[in-house]
């Protein structure tokens, strides 16, 4: 593994996987390389353990990549983020964004709040269940298009495929834009879905929060 962080660009191929799963063309673009070496990069990084690759929820053609974390957690110190406020995205802004926002509110002081692209006319009963179950309360939580907030988006967290690729395409980009790829519970619609959704935004807020600066609070910009 160390052999296989010893190339720059596989160095900084980590360091963007660091708090987000991102795409391969997306990578070419951070990395500043083409995809034929990147694909050579994210082999050797795969055949040690390092990454995992996998479709796109949104749109089956995409693929991602993703740290294996509890591998790179032993080599890898990532850096420090600072944020005036956090925004979580999906697209109905109906499960997932509502309960990693509830979740990084209990967790962290610095303000979350969530949205959708296409936002739903309510909160799905199956989210509020969930939460529940992990004390949290969505009682007065409702759907919120991107472009009503009334915060200026800082950190940008999208926990949809659909809404990250939607993002992507808009010609505003926002200052720092961050990616988990998370599968719809709404698509099961069974409990089960939802808690094991939840588990996974719980373990990726719980990262994200061990990642800010201690001093990080409202007035400061991500870095």
Known sequence: MHAALGDPHRLAIVD???VSDVAPSELCEIVGIESNLLAHHLDVLAE???LERFASHGDGRRRYVRLCREVVATLVQPARLTAANVVFVCTANSARSQLAAAMWNARHRVPAVSAGTAPAERVHPQARRAAARRGLDLGGASPTRLDDLEVEPDLVVTVCDRAHEQLRRRPIRFRRLVHWSIADPAERGTARAFDEAADDLSRRVEELAS?????????ESPR
């Not at 990642?211 to 007035?219: E, I, M, V």
């Open 16 to 18: 963007a996987l660091t």
């Open 211 to 219: 990642l800010f600066d201690p001093s990080s609070g409202a007035g």
């Open 48 to 50: 040690v353990g390092l």
